[in-house]
């Protein structure tokens, strides 16, 4: 596709599910960088991938929370145990060089 | 204190003016510098980039950057009430593969 996408675009969950967050970068775009945005705020660095791998995890909240990129492209955000702080915006973003990176539609996670 | 600070706003400028958003950051080593709009419910979108001191226009867009003062801004000109959004300034580092750093963003608002 043209643009970056992710799916699903809202998901509901129960305290304690696990989700799975699919995001689906533009061809040919080697850097993928997921974001968590809390509402008011600015989206806040989760991790990133250069192809399959990952590079940098220092965002990601806690343990329950895993990122893969096994082929390279298509990624996906896991989230175990879900709790209700994890309740944001989570957004995927691709770029092909350093300058500057586009975002996915994002995916609207609600804890209840 | 943020690597990456905007005042939030709401920033209100009458319809045609000038509209002037200002980040500063904290990290010298910063490289790059984005401003990425993002309307109500939306994802964010690059609207400019800018990489060495001086001044980088695009349309109706100028971003300023002075490294010395660790200060980026962005200047609108002949302001639109479809300019209404959330701004966001992002920086990248030396060595960090393009991850962006964002800042919380400052409302604009442009009254007709």
């Known amino acids: 596709g043209a643009g970056v996408s992710q799916s699903p675009r809202y998901k509901v969950a129960k305290r304690g599910q696990d989700v799975a967050l699919r995001c689906d970068p533009i061809?040919?775009?080697?850097?993928l960088f997921w974001y968590q945005q809390a509402l008011g705020q600015g989206p806040e660095f989760l991790t990133y991938?250069?192809?399959?791998?990952?590079?940098?995890k220092s965002g990601l909240p806690s343990d329950r929370f895993f990122a893969e990129r096994p082929e390279g492209s298509v990624s996906t955000l896991k989230i175990q145990r879900t709790q209700q702080e994890d309740s944001a915006v989570y957004l995927c973003?691709?770029?092909?060089?350093?300058?500057?990176?586009?975002f996915g539609q994002g995916t609207r996670l609600t804890v209840v | 204190q943020k690597e990456v600070e905007q005042n939030s706003g709401p920033l209100s400028v009458p319809e045609g003016a000038i509209a002037s958003l200002n980040c500063t950051y904290s990290d010298r080593g910063s490289q790059s510098f984005f401003w990425y709009r993002q309307y109500s419910g939306k994802s964010p979108e690059l609207i400019m980039s800018i990489y060495s001191n001086g001044d980088k226009e695009d349309g109706r867009f100028t971003a300023q950057l002075n490294k010395a003062s660790q200060y980026v801004s962005l200047l609108i000109r002949d302001s639109q009430p479809s300019d209404s959004a959330t701004y966001l300034c992002a920086v990248t580092r030396n060595n960090q593969g393009g991850k962006l750093i964002f800042g919380q963003g400052t409302e604009l608002s442009v009254k007709p």
């Open positions: 973003a691709s770029s092909s060089d350093r300058h500057g990176a586009f």
């Open positions: 061809s040919g775009h080697v850097s």
């Open positions: 991938f250069q192809n399959e791998a990952q590079l940098d």
